[in-house]
Every structure is written in structure tokens, then in C-alpha cells.
């Protein structure tokens, strides 16, 4: 029987899905994240779940030079999408063929969970980077079942997902031949316990009923990560600052993100999946033409399979060989660095959201007077003229 190791479990859930006897239940313990839970009444002691983990296990990373940047021709795709459009090309095309999607999408109250669809309207639920750990709950089984029937699956998720999906798939025998994984360049999964408190916080403690929300809202030209939500009479919410709304705040400033996230082993050039895609936000004289504002990707195509999906993109778009030298990010080379003040920061959690929020800065005056500053930038279109002053510096 596996023995959980809380600062490097992913909370993949591969142990759940193989367990034969059921005795595995991925539940939200610490900070919301999901770990699991095994009824020792059921376990036959198979050791099936201590072997699947691939969390202390060596995995095989590929490390390619193979490395685009790319803008889907569809403005609506790439609107839609959290940078180029990548991920909706390679879902259309399995599509296309009769295959299956597997993806992250919002729940009916917002929360993140994995599943799997066949046609395209639903994949489009797949679209776009919800920050916030998704729950696998039973979708390496399901894989599995599609994959034993000849069907093509295409598996998107964190790189330690795809890593749980690999080593499950290779200890049940299984081909892979009609398999083709997707991951990210990651910099962490957010809290599932601290985004429900920012969903209370955005509804006013359920006044307001939310209908829609969106990581990368994109409310104009070079405006590519802005919070949105609607709400039930209809109106909208765009954050007129990332690095300043409450969620992203805590997000990017690493205080919310999974203990493993801290330590990640696919925090590296090596790739587990096939492909990698990845936000493009710098450009050099050569690529500068591949930003209008509205969202760059940046693939790796890590195996020989992926390079068959290369004719894909450059039906759907434009598609640029780079230089991979030229746009590694922090999360290629070493994991996300933990805050000096975490263990401050959700001691006081406990105490109430309000309090922890003190902690972090984010309620102090200088802050608050920050997003009052980036409130009225944003409502006179001055985002644009205050980047420049800022690159100028
Ligand atoms: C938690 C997280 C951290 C990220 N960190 C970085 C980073 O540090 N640097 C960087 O360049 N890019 C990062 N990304 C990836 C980036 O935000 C885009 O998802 C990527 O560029 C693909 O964009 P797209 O336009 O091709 O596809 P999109 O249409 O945006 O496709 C989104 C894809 O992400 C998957 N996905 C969405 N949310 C989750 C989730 N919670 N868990 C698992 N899978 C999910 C969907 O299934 C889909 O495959 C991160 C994404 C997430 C979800
Ligand atoms: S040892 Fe076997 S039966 Fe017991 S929890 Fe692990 S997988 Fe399940
Ligand atoms: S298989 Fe995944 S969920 Fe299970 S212990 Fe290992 S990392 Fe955690
Ligand atoms: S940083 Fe690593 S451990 Fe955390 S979600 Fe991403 S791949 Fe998984």
C-alpha cells in the first residue's frame, strides 16, 4: 500500500484509477488539493498504487530542439484561448478523425475538473488556463477503455497529469500508438480552497450570482491575462490589472500554489508529453511580426509523433521555427521558488481569507491605492502609454 508523501504527491490521481479494489478516494484535505485517502478495510496489499506513482519514480523526459511560436488565423480562436490558439488546433483535428478530447474545464459552480468529449462544441470548455488544480477523477480508466478500443485519444493537463496518465497506461499494458499527450510549460496549480473563497469574495458572498468566468479574459489588443466574470443581470468584470487582482496576485506571487509544485521535477527542458505549449510574450526582430496583442503560442514539439501534427498548424495559421534557446522561461529550469512568508500566510488562512490577505500585502494601503491607480489606467485606456513609460525606464 502506497505511503503518501504530501510534499511530492501531485495529486495525479493514477493510484485511485488503478486500484482494483476501489480503496483509493482522491479527497480535498490540505488547502483544497486533492490527495489520496485509501480505506485500509479494502486493500488487498496488490501494490499496484505504490508502483503506478510517478512521483518518486525516474521518468523519461525527451529534450527537443524543436521549437515554434504560433498564431491561429482565427481572431475568435485565439480570443477564446489563453495565448495562440495551439491547443484548439490539435483538439479539432482528433476531432475531425473520430478521436477523443481529454481537458480541464469549469464545473457548474466553477470549480476545475477533468473530462473527456468527442465533439467540438464541448471541447471548447478545454479552452483557456484555469489556474486552479483540476480533479482526474476517473479519466485515466476512461482513456484507457478508448485506447483498448482503437479509439485516438488526446490527453491534456499538467505535466505531472500526463506523467500520472504514462506510467498508468504503461503499467496496464496499454499502447499508445493512438495516444498523443499535451502538457505546459507549468508554474504551479492555485489552491482550489483559496479560488472558492475569491469566487465568494467576486459574488459578494453569494449576492451576486456569477455566470461566467474566464482566466484569460482578453478585453482588448495587448491585454492577454485579465480576470473576467459575469454576472446574472449581465454585467462584466474585466481586472483592470493582472498582478494586482486578488487571485492572480496570490498566484503569481507563489503563496497558493500544491507543496509538490515547489519541488516539480517537470520544472525542466526535459518534456514528458508530446507536445508542449506555453505563452509567447517576448519577441525578437525576427518573430515581432507573430504579436498583433491578441495572443502568441510557443510549441515544443518533444517526439517524433508530434512532428506528424506540424502540417496541422500551418493549415490553421502561422507557424515560426525558433531558436528554443532564445525563450526559456523560469519554469524550464528549476521549480517555482515558496514565499518566505507561506507557512505565515496559511497559518493565518485559518483564521478567515481577510487575514491571510494581510499577511501576503495584498490588503495594504500601498496596494490598495496601486489598484485604485491601475482602475482609473485602465478605464482611460492608458494601459498602453504606462507599459511604454515602464519599458522606457
Ligand atoms: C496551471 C497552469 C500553469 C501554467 N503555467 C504556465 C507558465 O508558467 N508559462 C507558460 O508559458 N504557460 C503556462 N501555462 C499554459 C498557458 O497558460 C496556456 O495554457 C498554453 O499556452 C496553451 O494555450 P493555447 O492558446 O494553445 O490553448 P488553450 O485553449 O488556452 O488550452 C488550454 C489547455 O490547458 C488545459 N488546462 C486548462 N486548465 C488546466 C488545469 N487547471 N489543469 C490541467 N490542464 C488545464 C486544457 O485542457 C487545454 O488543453 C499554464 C497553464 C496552466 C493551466
Ligand atoms: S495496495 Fe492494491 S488494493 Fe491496496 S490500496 Fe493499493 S492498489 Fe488498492
Ligand atoms: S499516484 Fe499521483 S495521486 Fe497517487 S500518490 Fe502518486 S502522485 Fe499522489
Ligand atoms: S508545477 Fe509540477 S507538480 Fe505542480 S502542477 Fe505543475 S507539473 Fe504538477
Not at 73 to 100: C, D, H, M, P, Q
Not at 102 to 121: C, L, P, R, T
Given at each position: 500500500m502506497i505511503k503518501i508523501d504530501k510534499s511530492t504527491c501531485t495529486g495525479c490521481g493514477a493510484c485511485a484509477n488503478i486500484c482494483p479494489r476501489n480503496a483509493i478516494e482522491m479527497i480535498q484535505v490540505d488547502k483544497g488539493f486533492y490527495y489520496p485517502e485509501i480505506t485500509e478495510d479494502k486493500c488487498v496489499g496488490c501494490g499496484l498504487c505504490d508502483n503506478v506513482c510517478h512521483a518518486d519514480a525516474d521518468v523519461s523526459l525527451h529534450d527537443?530542439?524543436?521549437?515554434?511560436?504560433?498564431?491561429?488565423?482565427?481572431?475568435?480562436?485565439?480570443?477564446?484561448?489563453?495565448?495562440?490558439?495551439?491547443?484548439?488546433?490539435?483538439?479539432?483535428?482528433?476531432?475531425?478523425?473520430?478521436?477523443?478530447?481529454?481537458?480541464?474545464?469549469?464545473?457548474?459552480?466553477?470549480?476545475?475538473?477533468?473530462?473527456?468529449?468527442?465533439?467540438?462544441?464541448?471541447?471548447?470548455?478545454?479552452?483557456?488556463?484555469?489556474?486552479?488544480?483540476?480533479?482526474?477523477?476517473?479519466?485515466?480508466?476512461?482513456t484507457y477503455d478508448l485506447l483498448k478500443n482503437g479509439e485516438r485519444v488526446l490527453f491534456s493537463g499538467t505535466p505531472c497529469q500526463v506523467s500520472g496518465l504514462i506510467t498508468y497506461l504503461s503499467r496496464k499494458n496499454c499502447s499508445t500508438e493512438n495516444l498523443l499527450t499535451v502538457d505546459f510549460i507549468c508554474h504551479g496549480v492555485g489552491s482550489p480552497a483559496f479560488w472558492k473563497d475569491c469566487l465568494k469574495y467576486y459574488s459578494r458572498n453569494g449576492k451576486k450570482q456569477i455566470v461566467d468566468v474566464n482566466f484569460r479574459g482578453k478585453p482588448r489588443a495587448g491585454k492577454l491575462q485579465n480576470l473576467y466574470i459575469k454576472y446574472a443581470n449581465g454585467k462584466r468584470f474585466f481586472a483592470p490589472s493582472t498582478n494586482l487582482e486578488i487571485f492572480y496576485y496570490h498566484f503569481l506571487k507563489n503563496y497558493i500554489l500544491r507543496e509538490s509544485c515547489y519541488k516539480c521535477k517537470y520544472s525542466a527542458l526535459g518534456r514528458v508529453s508530446d507536445i508542449t505549449l506555453a505563452d509567447c510574450f517576448k519577441f525578437g526582430e525576427d518573430t515581432k511580426h507573430l504579436n498583433d496583442g491578441v495572443g502568441t503560442s510557443f510549441l515544443i514539439m518533444n517526439t517524433t509523433k508530434s512532428m506528424n501534427y506540424i502540417e496541422e498548424f500551418q493549415q490553421a495559421g502561422k507557424i515560426q521555427k525558433i531558436t528554443k534557446a532564445d525563450y526559456i522561461q523560469p519554469n524550464m529550469q528549476e521549480a517555482t521558488p515558496k514565499p518566505s512568508l507561506y507557512e505565515e500566510f496559511w497559518k493565518s488562512y485559518e483564521n478567515g481569507f481577510d487575514s491571510a490577505l494581510r499577511v501576503s500585502g495584498y490588503s495594504n494601503s500601498k496596494n490598495s491605492l496601486k489598484r485604485k491607480i491601475a482602475a482609473i489606467v485602465y478605464m482611460l485606456r492608458l494601459d498602453s502609454v504606462v507599459k511604454k513609460i515602464k519599458a522606457a525606464k
Open positions: 527537443s530542439d524543436d521549437a515554434f511560436l504560433f498564431v491561429n488565423n482565427s481572431i475568435e480562436t485565439r480570443k477564446n484561448s489563453s495565448s495562440g490558439g495551439a491547443f484548439s488546433v490539435l483538439a479539432n483535428a482528433f476531432i475531425e478523425k473520430g478521436g477523443y478530447v481529454v481537458g480541464a474545464e469549469f464545473g457548474m459552480d466553477f470549480s476545475i475538473q477533468h473530462n473527456i468529449y468527442n465533439d467540438k462544441e464541448n471541447v471548447k470548455r478545454f479552452q483557456t488556463s484555469k489556474y486552479v488544480q483540476s480533479n482526474t477523477s476517473d479519466v485515466y480508466k476512461k
